[in-house]
């Protein structure tokens, strides 16, 4: 097929990348194509697995073709021919987490231009010479505070960790960083040697003196004469050496190989604003440029709507033509963002705590400026983490993408953005190998006629509304005064054994709210361990609550990855793996050659394959690309060495089991019950579709949140358990939604607490109670603006949540 510039289209013929059934296929250029279907379907498979990943080795190939080899090992799509295909640059949510340096600032290439402006337009101090641009940044040699090094912070001894008990004597112990023993003794010696009272309280002590047994470092010897010590024995004089207490810590951690020491040393550290740079990681001489009265750090302090009014107007006397251009420009950019809904955002702002809705919308907006046409944008579901007033414009963003000579392929469920696009591609019918096919491929319209179609069944109103039960709870629980983030002395009532669905704009404080200030106190009450190392320190400021005793467990099922490597998989992570491990070690074969459980462990050297550790997969380093995964040459994957793949069960091996379904593993694994309840729980939140041995790295969070469900649902029994979820919904297909809502309402009816913070409005309308946070994001927000039932939502003037609400309630 050879391509006529005249036509329009992207051809795809024999694709069959994952599940995809040989598919052929053309697809309009210059339009939004919505690419829908069930999860596990195949549209993340065709749009990114085929079309994008074609895309991109043939742009590899044209500037690298050293790197041929390589990305033959990769390999290439499956897929026979594609013609038409344009440039492509994808915009996926989730994957690859983002350094900890990174900011809003240089996600959105602003911190860039801004260093630019402080360089080239800055008012310096009287005969200070010009920096260049790194100079304004803390990661350049150029730019970082040389105490700090750029990072901001500043680790230190702290008094208050030192003496932690004011009322004792230095004889009694007050410097508890001191070390105890024979040290400890001499430091006692030195200190009365050198005139200091060892026998008054610390707080009586001069000011003087304190902070010189605690931070000088000079380190005196002086003549110790021991006569009349009570416990002196040996009784010889003797010189002895002082070290103050921030020495000795020092000391200890840099010095030490024990690791109990370096934890006891640690007690005494606080990490600190570093008190040169003022946190800002800059040197004195870069902080002191600076622009319209501030400095680049306060400027990157300002949050996206001060920055815009701060650099309007854009000019101003005396500035000149580079100021004029660059504040023009920044302007522009800052501009979309507060489309996007985004100006409550600052610059400086970590990308490590941002929502994945937030940075893509952050990415999007880059995009939209970087002046490319003729390209091919992919995205993974732009609206997801929405809610449905944020979603409007950023779909006309995506217009205006469209606009400017692009194409769009969108991977979507939002109904409402599917209505939007130009074309659609349905695939199904069902997931994994009930899927893989296309439905139907044309304007949106045409899918009415398809019957077979469950997004057509949804998008045209075939389908029943969910069922609304409209519990009444049985008691509440009341947080008084709850200030963190923006949220500043809220009060608010969480009805029990109920599903209360949280719901308000980006940035209102939904997951504040719910999965930092809830969660913290729940877990504190119960004294349950912190999930995360992140979450052990949440300072959340409260003033009074009551209730918490109703709940006698806490269970947040979230979107963090269930593993950070390719060991993990959905079988280890429910369990289920462990009963299989056994089935096969007592088949007569395993006994015979003394296999045990751990054999068919592909994290135990005995019987996993030594190329690849186990994990199925080596990593392919290619020059300048991000590293990626490419099949063990040794194993083809199967992650076993060839003696543990002797064994088999059913005529299969432990491979071939991995390498099962959850839908095929329910009728395999039948017979042995501590896996047939994980299987059956797992195909009831709809990951029917699911391989067992999928590594954890392969999932999308949301898979990875069903997946927690479904092993919380195993183990689930009547209680009084608090069940919180961040956006179930995100990623699932109308008809997968309704699965999970299911599962919620049991876990529900059993008696427990389900609190989502949600923007999906069927799942809303389905709540039995609400609390709609608001009106707006960041200082706009964090105030309760509604709570009651659906419908009395729906009634609420001035709540953002209440037109949508209400024309899906009618
Ligand atoms: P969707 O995007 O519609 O949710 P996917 O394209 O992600 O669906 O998945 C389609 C099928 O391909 C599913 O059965 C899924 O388990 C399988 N699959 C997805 N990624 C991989 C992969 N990297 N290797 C093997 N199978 C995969
Ligand atoms: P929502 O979940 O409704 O989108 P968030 O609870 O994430 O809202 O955010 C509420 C406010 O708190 C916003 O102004 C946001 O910028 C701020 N915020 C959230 N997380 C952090 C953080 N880690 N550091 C600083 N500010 C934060
Ligand atoms: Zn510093
Ligand atoms: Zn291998």
Known sequence: MTHDPTDRFVHVRGASENNLRDVDLDLPRDAMVAFTGVSGSGKSSLAFGTLYAEAQRRYFESVAPYARRLLQQVGAPHVREITGLPPAVALQQRRGAPSSRSTVGTLTTLSNLLRILYSRAGTYPEGAPPLAAEAFSPNTVAGACPTCHGLGEAHDVAEDLLVPDESLSIRDGAIAAWPGAWQGKNLLRVTKAVGIDVDVPWR??????RDWLLYTDEQPRVLIDRRGEADDTTGRDYHGTFWSARKHVRHTLADTKSQMMRDKAMRFVRSTVCPVCHGTGLQPESLAVTFRGLSIAETSALTFAELATFLRPESEDGEGEVARRLTQDIVERVEVLLDLGL?????????????PGEAQRLRIATQLRSGLFGVVYVLDEPSAGLHPADAEPLLDVLDRLKDSGNSLFVVEHDLDVVRRADWIVDIGPGAGEAGGQVLYSGPVAGLEEVGDSVTGAHLFGRVAPLERHGRTPHGWLHLHGVSRHNLTDLSVDLPLCVLTAVTGVSGSGKSTLVTQVLAELVRRHLGQAPDDAED????????????LESFDRLVRVDQRPIGRTPRSNLATYTGLFDAVRKVFAATP?????????GRFSFNVAEGRCETCQGEGFVSVELLFLPGTYAPCPTCRGARYNAETLEITWHGLTIADVLDLTVEQAVDVLAGTPAAARSLQTLREVGLGYLRLGQPATELSGGEAQRIKLATELQ????????????EPTAGLHPADIALLLRQLHRLVDAGNTVVLVE???????TADWVIDLGPGGGDQGGRVVATGTPADIAGTAGSATAPYLARHLH
């Open 715 to 726: 183990r689930a029994r009547r209680g009084h358990a608090l069940y919180l979820l961040d």
């Open 204 to 209: 009586e002590l001069d000011r003087k003196d």
């Open 343 to 355: 100006g409550y955002l600052a610059l400086g702002r970590s990308s490590t705590t941002l929502s």
């Open 536 to 547: 052990s320190e949440l300072e959340i400021d409260v003033h009074d609550v009551t209730g």
């Open 589 to 597: 074969e395993a006994m015979a050659r003394g296999y045990g459980v």
């Open 759 to 765: 923007h999906d409005l069927d799942t809303i309308a």
